[in-house]
């Protein structure tokens, strides 16, 4: 089975940097999504920043500029640097992937979560 391992997060004040990593392991054939979300308390979940296997990686507008997502692709893990943090960036942040298997199926995983609080 595929699991995402997910750490740090955490609390920083505004304007401070915090980093994201993620780990996918268990029998992967090829990660065609990777990257992250989030979830404020009574919003839905939203796309922060997601790299896609053909080589480009999508922020959502808010984020542009200042959060910056890199793929290890031998290591299969993803990282999230969030500089320039505001408190509206306060969610849980869960890891997501899209995993394709060996036959071609492709399945979505999510990490756990990991909360990221940005004081004012």
């Known amino acids: 089975q595929v699991q995402l391992v997910e750490s740090g997060g955490g609390l920083v004040q505004a304007g401070g940097s915090l980093s994201l990593s993620c780990e996918a392991s268990g029998v992967i054939f090829n990660i065609n999504v990777f990257g992250w979300y989030r979830q404020a308390p009574g919003k839905q979940r939203e796309l922060v920043a997601v790299d896609r296997s053909g080589g480009s990686t999508n922020y959502a507008d808010s984020v542009k500029g200042r959060f910056a997502l890199s793929r290890d692709h031998a290591k299969n893990t993803v990282i999230l640097e969030m500089n320039s943090l505001k408190v509206e960036d306060t969610a849980v942040y869960y890891c997501?992937?899209?995993?394709?298997?060996?036959?071609?199926?492709?399945?979505?995983?999510w990490g756990q979560g990991t909360q990221v609080t940005v004081s004012s």
């Open positions: 997501n992937a899209d995993i394709e298997n060996s036959r071609g199926y492709v399945y979505r995983y």
